[in-house]
């Protein structure tokens, strides 16, 4: 076996093709129109076609119809149910439960709206502070002796 050093490496064979030459004469097979056919918009230099361009079939954008709206005022909250308050206190001993409490836990970012919903069931009193709150969670947080706060 021959000695291997790093001048002596080569690549598998049939591995490394050389690239076409493209406008190198006619002896190449090659020259003349350089592989772009002859006249259209796709022959010329500084060709580029738009997005979506499918060569002057009507676009999918335009052949599927519109439909739906995006509301502009729509309010994003961020749901937070009452068993998450509930392993909330009772992890990190808390009767109050704000913005900054959750915020400091992870559940929310700095920018979002809360709002409390009312899954799991409360055993202890606690005063909560949110953007707004369901029937079912102001009933469940009122009916253990807690206050709540909209902001």
Do not use: C, W
Not at 23 to 43: D, M, N, V, Y
Not at 50 to 66: C, D, T, V
Not at 108 to 127: E, F, H, P, Q, R
Request: cysteine-free; hydrophobic content about 35%.
């Amino acid at each position: 076996m021959k000695n291997m050093n790093l001048n002596s490496l080569t690549p598998a064979a049939g591995s490394v093709k050389t690239g076409k030459r493209i406008g190198r004469g006619p002896g190449s097979g090659l020259g003349g129109t350089s592989t772009r056919g002859h006249k259209g918009a796709k022959s010329r230099s500084g060709y580029s076609k738009k997005i979506g361009f499918e060569g002057g079939q009507m676009p999918i954008q335009r052949r599927l119809p519109k439909f739906g709206f995006k509301n502009v005022n729509r309010v994003e909250y961020k749901a937070i149910n009452i068993e998450v308050l509930e392993a909330l206190a009772t992890s990190k001993n808390l009767s109050k439960i704000g913005l900054a409490e959750l915020r400091d836990a992870g559940f929310v970012s700095k920018t979002s709206l809360v709002k409390i919903l009312g899954k799991g069931a409360l055993t202890k009193k606690i005063d909560v502070e949110a953007n707004a709150f369901s029937k079912s969670a102001e009933e469940a947080i009122t009916a253990v002796g807690g206050t709540i706060t909209k902001l």
